[in-house]
């Protein structure tokens, strides 16, 4: 069992920064995977990036080389650094959590468990 709670978000230009935080309260076991995922008007939900307990990592293709996924263990916390930020985007940012982290890197939505709550970013051109 696990709650997990996002922060972050926000407006801004094309090209610009953002980093969006995830915090994990409850079991450890239950954060073996977890990922971002994000969605926007008009489009199914999609996997951004995910993160596994050994470090390993995953990518969209249309987020590769811009976007990094990075956890503090010790305090739990999931990050998504956003780099050279684009219109397309623009969406409702999720972080999810799994137990299990053998299909991590399918960056499949009906992976994870567990869910927080959505973060608005809007990027302008």
Known sequence: QVQLV????????AGGPLRLSCTAF????????MGWFRQAPGKEREGVATFEEDGSTAYADSVKGRFTISK??????LYLQ???????????????????????????????EYWGQGILVTVSS
């Open 6 to 13: 996002g922060s972050g978000g926000g407006s801004v230009q």
């Open 26 to 33: 409850g079991s450890s076991y239950s954060t073996n995977c």
């Open 72 to 77: 503090d263990n010790a305090k739990n916390v």
């Open 82 to 112: 956003m780099n050279s930020l684009k219109p397309e985007d623009t969406a409702t940012y999720y972080c999810a959590a799994s137990p299990n982290y053998g299909g991590c890197w399918t960056l499949r939505a009906n992976q994870f």
